[in-house]
């Protein structure tokens, strides 16, 4: 049974426990959505000033929308629209300060001010992004850029 951690380290020992809570969680299990939807739920306790977060997966030249927390969000995003259609085309995490300052930025709940989308990669190939947004402008910064991406390796990893 997996129970809540406190976490009251400094961010980036906070990062590496919620990088080994998900080896724990996802460990022996083969479906990728159950792992997705774990993944989701311990970043959504983990992270604070969230609103959002999940994943979408490539299918064909769009993102689906797959396991996530938060409000009803946008079912298909075209690669190269949004910041995760951007990130999965450009194949690179891409971090917003200000989601209001993003070309194209689709908008799937007014709330949200900042956004970091992880981009999923297996194989040399995008098969999909990890979003998160937050109600608070400039909520993401490099720290979370580097963990967040240990975080997806991990996800995609064997």
């Not at 085309?89 to 200000?98: L, S």
């Not at 040399?124 to 400039?138: E, F, T, Y």
């Amino acid at each position: 049974m997996f129970h809540p951690t406190v976490y009251s380290g400094t961010r980036e020992e906070n990062y590496a426990l919620v990088i080994e809570q998900l080896k724990a969680l996802i460990a022996g299990e083969p479906s990728m959505i159950a792992n997705l939807a774990n993944a989701a739920a311990l970043l959504h306790q983990f992270l604070p000033d969230i609103n959002w977060v999940g994943f979408y997966l490539t299918d064909g030249d769009e993102l689906v929308l797959g396991p996530f927390q938060g409000l009803p969000a946008c079912v298909r995003i075209p690669f190269g629209k949004g910041v995760c259609g951007t990130a999965a085309a450009e194949r690179r995490t891409i971090v917003v300060p200000d989601v209001h300052e993003f070309p194209g930025h689709i908008a799937c709940d007014a709330a949200s001010q900042s956004e970091i989308v992880v981009p999923l990669m297996k194989e040399g190939r995008v098969i999909g992004v990890l979003d998160i947004d937050s109600p608070v402008k400039n909520r993401f910064d490099d720290v979370d850029r580097r963990y967040l991406e240990q975080f997806a390796g991990v996800l995609v990893s064997p």
